[in-house]
């Protein structure tokens, strides 16, 4: 059966493309509450977006594709997303990539076997000035360093969220 998209999802989406002075200008807030809703952004929901905007698929999927904060495929219940550019790197973010690779056995791309965490490595999260930075779901760690990391690690281990500092 086709994908589609919840009533309660096309009820939030219809005021967001409300706010803006053309439906298509709604697009990313709309493949965010997507994702909040499914956890991911698959192919169905991408199509059955395209149709509610009225836009071809492709333009939908080159969007969705263009940003790694849509996941494509399920993420763990915590996804960590490193950000590997310039001002996090010379700080130190492939030291904390390294850690974390270490750390939960995974690579960045995959999420653990017991589905906690999922590892991507990201373009800029705007926050360059705290670098290095990781976001864990729709929060930021900043000034991260090896030992923050082990911290935030554990108590995710534990279902403690984390403060951030
Ligand atoms: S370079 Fe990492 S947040 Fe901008």
Redesign the pocket.
């Known amino acids: 059966m086709a994908f589609k998209l919840s009533e309660e999802f096309k009820t939030k989406a219809e005021k967001l493309c409300a706010k803006y002075p053309r439906r298509d200008a709604a697009l990313i807030p709309l493949l965010h509450e997507l994702q909040k809703e499914a956890g991911y952004v698959a192919e169905e929901g991408m199509d059955a977006l395209a149709l509610f905007l009225e836009l071809p698929y492709s333009r939908v999927k080159a969007v969705a594709t263009f940003y790694t904060m849509f996941n494509r495929e399920p993420a763990g219940k915590y996804h960590l997303q490193v950000?590997r550019?310039?001002?996090?790197h010379m700080a130190g973010a492939e030291g904390l990539l390294e850690r974390l690779r270490a750390a939960l056995g995974i690579a960045e791309g995959e999420t653990t076997k017991d589905g906690l965490f999922t590892l991507s490595a990201v373009e800029?999260?705007?926050?360059?000035g705290s670098?290095p930075?990781m976001q864990v779901n729709d929060d930021y760690f900043e000034n991260l360093t090896g030992e923050k990391l082990d911290v935030i690690l554990e108590e995710l281990k534990h279902g403690k969220y984390p403060s951030q500092k």
């Open positions: 950000c550019n310039i001002s996090c800029c999260l705007g926050a360059c670098a930075v």
